[in-house]
């Protein structure tokens, strides 16, 4: 039986795709400056007790995010969309190419560490707010009440609803309409490296978007598999020129961003990218396993 205050960062379907014969991954973290390297089934990493959990509602509200959200709305369609994505035929129809689009989306924002100062600077910017407005509780005050409205919250048992605004913005985050709009009208590709000499990697944070949405060359990349990589732009001919790279090129590049954006995971199909990951994970990772 799943537990459900384990919140997924990356879900189960997608760290699946390294998964070796015996059905486990590379997963290699740094602690306390050393590199180590364990194999774990897919279903036991890439999640978080409490990740998305609700403070100040009743506890069957508690894993709304999770349940109700991200599992439903964001990586069940993924998962569809992205067996396409790998197949012989990758062209989506709307609904899963939109399903794709929200799945991206969604792993910019739900990193642990990117998470929590989310729900930092949330609850800061929502207290500073009704602070300046002290005279908006007053003129609704009645004899007896809390002299100020944190007080009040605090005082009927809701106050962790300030503490947990950052949580509720989630969903907007994940459906904002013109960053949806803009990647859905991107070039879309899927390049495939099966006579690779080596595989692709992947991270905690496998999504990179670079220089960002603004920029025309405005490149979005996301390994899919050992042997495939989903590039994403506005400008096609820079992905005909990606495409025309020799393998390894390519892969080098895909596998360096993939490893120095990770925040505290890097995870392969074997334990052979040892020596790659030792020279490019930053030293200062400290792992919470």
Known sequence: MSDPDRHHFLPQFYLSRWANAQGK????????GKLFVREYAPK???????LYALNGVPPEHRNAVERD?????????AARALRILLSAQPLLPTDLRMAWVRFLMSLLVRLPNLLRKLKADASET????????PEEYEALRRPGHPQTLMEFLKERGVGGLIEGFGTTLIPGLVDLPQMKAD??????????????PYGLVTSDFPICMLPGLAS??????????PTAIFLASYNSELLNQ?????????????????IQSAQQYVYADTRDYFGL????????VEPDR
């Open 183 to 196: 990647i859905a009208r991107m070039d879309w590709r899927v390049f495939h490296f099966r006579d690779g």
């Open 216 to 225: 025309p060359n405005c490149l979005i990349s996301l390994p899919l598999s």
């Open 242 to 258: 990606l495409d025309a790279l020799m393998p390894p090129a390519l892969i080098d590049a895909a596998n360096r961003i993939s």
């Open 25 to 32: 991954l590379s997963t290699y973290s740094r602690q306390r």
């Open 277 to 284: 990951v030792d020279a490019s994970l930053a030293t200062t």
């Open 44 to 50: 036991t990493i890439g999640a978080e007790r409490g």
């Open 126 to 133: 929502l207290a500073r707010e009704i602070a300046a407005r």
């Open 69 to 77: 959200f991200m599992g439903p709305e964001i990586d069940d369609p």
